[in-house]
T-cell receptor, first 115, second 109 residues
Framework: DTGVSQDPRHKITKRGQNVTFRCDPISEHNRLYWYRQTLGQGPEFLTYFQNEAQLEKSRLLSDRFSAERPKGSFSTLEIQRTEQGDSAMYLC?????????????FGNGTRLTVT | GQNIDQPTEMTATEGAIVQINCTYQTSGFNGLFWYQQHAGEAPTFLSYNVLDGLEEKGRFSSFLSRSKGYSYLLLKELQMKDSASYLCAVKDSNYQLIWGAGTKLIIKP
């Protein structure tokens, strides 16, 4: 179990540019989540996958955000035309999802700074 | 609306005991989680409660009262490494996790 890994750890981009983040979940985990977190706040749900199917997407999520999990393994999160308000820590988490008590296992996140 | 309330910050002394409270108002309830998050790091799972009562895990215990919409995390024999944020999260009727803003715990020697 190597844990959830995310790449890159840090990303600085200029407003208007597109960025893509990658998440590799724990290998046997079928559920994968994306969250966004800003300083002093809890994680904010963005979207989640069960295997390759995207089952839910936050209503608050702009259409500039898109996520994929093409083979039910790794996932990517793309933000198009970035804005300064997108600056945050983007967290990926995975879980077995077999029971409702299954905890989320988080990666160390990608910190995005939009200048 | 759905709401999770936790104190913003607490301070305690090394070796002491501290209780971090969490109150919630959610549409349905399917369990409550506590996570620990050190600055700049990922949240890590501490405990899960779905039935009323106390769950003990070493130095950490978590309590739940569903009728009161209330939980607490109890940390005993505090160590400096326990300085972190502690996040309370509730699974609602749609099995979505609703997160509190976290309680920053500062441990002083």
């Amino acid at each position: 179990d190597t844990g959830v890994s995310q790449d890159p750890r840090h990303k600085i981009t200029k407003r208007g540019q597109n960025v893509t983040f990658r998440c590799d979940p724990i290998s046997e985990h079928n559920r994968l989540y994306w969250y966004r977190q800003t300083l002093g706040q809890g994680p904010e749900f963005l979207t989640y996958f069960q295997n390759e199917a995207q089952l839910e997407k936050s209503r608050l999520l702009s259409d500039r955000f898109s996520a994929e999990r093409p083979k039910g393994s790794f996932s990517t999160l793309e933000i198009q035309r970035t804005e300064q308000g997108d600056s945050a820590m983007y967290l990926c988490a995975s879980s077995l999802g077999e029971t409702e008590s299954s905890p989320l296992h988080f990666g160390n996140g990608t910190r995005l700074t939009v200048t | 609306g759905q709401n999770i309330d936790q104190p913003t910050e607490m301070t305690a002394t090394e070796g002491a005991i501290v209780q971090i409270n969490c109150t919630y108002q959610t549409s349905g309830f399917n369990g409550l989680f506590w996570y620990q998050q050190h600055a700049g790091e990922a949240p890590t799972f501490l405990s899960y409660n779905v039935l009323d009562g106390l769950e003990e895990k070493g130095r950490f215990s978590s309590f739940l009262s569903r009728s009161k919409g209330y939980s607490y995390l109890l940390l005993k024999e505090l160590q400096m490494k326990d300085s972190a944020s502690y996040l309370c999260a509730v699974k609602d009727s749609n099995y979505q996790l609703i997160w509190g803003a976290g309680t920053k715990l500062i441990i002083k020697p």
